[in-house]
């Protein structure tokens, strides 16, 4: 498995402030996502950071809000956006490659980045 | 949509076998992982089954049943550091959708 950083691994920020998220992979990888664990929860997917182009954001998340970038094959970020106390959370970088059989693939994660939001 | 069940909690004995059952209904598929998460940490491969039957990666099985939408992720010899969050998900066109996870605690 590659290994997968992010940085920073926590913050606290000020409501109306924004954070930028990075995550970096030590090898190539297919695709990478950006998750979120809020308090209790499990995981949930806000977007696919696609290389060179848009991020593709799931149902509920928005590029305002969220913007994502993806310079390269093995490096990505997520902004958190006009934070309010709502986007305290954990939000993970995930990396994601075929593996040796067809049809699979693994998907591994980043150690996260735990925000508060006062 | 997606639903993906899991039992909230579960407790066993040091040494003992424990079943994690998680069953789908998921739009889309490609195969079903297994994470486990400790408090604090971000969440570790376990398992990845994309067809039927059971995969053995030494004390942690996972099985899959697609046609029944059905997958169990099996512990044996359990030992006090298995205690954790263990997460179905679901994997679509490479995108997870986890369910709500299962908190195992091991006893001594």
């Known amino acids: 498995s590659a290994v997968i950083s992010q940085k920073p691994s926590r913050d606290i920020c000020q409501r109306g402030t924004s954070l930028t998220i990075q995550c970096q992979v030590d090898?190539?990888?297919?695709?990478m996502f950006w998750y979120r664990q809020q308090p209790g929860q499990s995981l949930t997917l806000i977007a696919t950071?696609?290389?060179?182009?848009?991020?593709?954001?799931e149902s509920g998340f928005v590029i305002d809000k969220f913007p994502i970038s993806r310079p390269n094959l093995t490096f990505s970020t997520l902004t958190v956006s006009n934070m309010s106390p709502e986007d305290s959370s954990i939000y993970l970088c995930?990396?994601?490659?075929?593996?040796?059989?067809?049809?699979?693939?693994?998907?591994?994660f980043g150690p996260g980045t735990r925000l508060t939001v006062t | 949509g997606q639903n993906i069940d899991q039992p909230t909690e579960m407790t066993a004995t040091e040494g003992a076998i424990v079943q994690i059952n998680c069953t789908y209904q998921?739009?889309?598929?490609?195969?079903l992982f297994w994470y486990q998460q400790h408090a604090g940490e971000a969440p570790t491969f376990l398992s990845y089954?994309?067809?039927?039957g059971l995969e053995e990666k030494g004390r942690f099985s996972s099985f899959l049943s697609r046609s029944k939408g059905y997958s169990y992720l099996l512990l044996k010899e359990l030992q006090m550091k298995d205690s954790a969050s263990y997460l179905c998900?679901?994997?679509?066109?490479?995108?997870?959708?986890f369910g709500a996870g299962t908190t195992v605690t091991v006893r001594a």
């Open positions: 090898s190539q990888v297919t695709m």
């Open positions: 995930s990396a994601c490659w075929t593996s040796g059989r067809a049809g699979s693939y693994e998907q591994y």
């Open positions: 950071a696609n290389q060179g182009s848009e991020a593709t954001y």
């Open positions: 998921t739009s889309g598929f490609n195969g």
């Open positions: 089954n994309v067809l039927d």
């Open positions: 998900a679901v994997g679509n066109d490479y995108k997870l959708s």
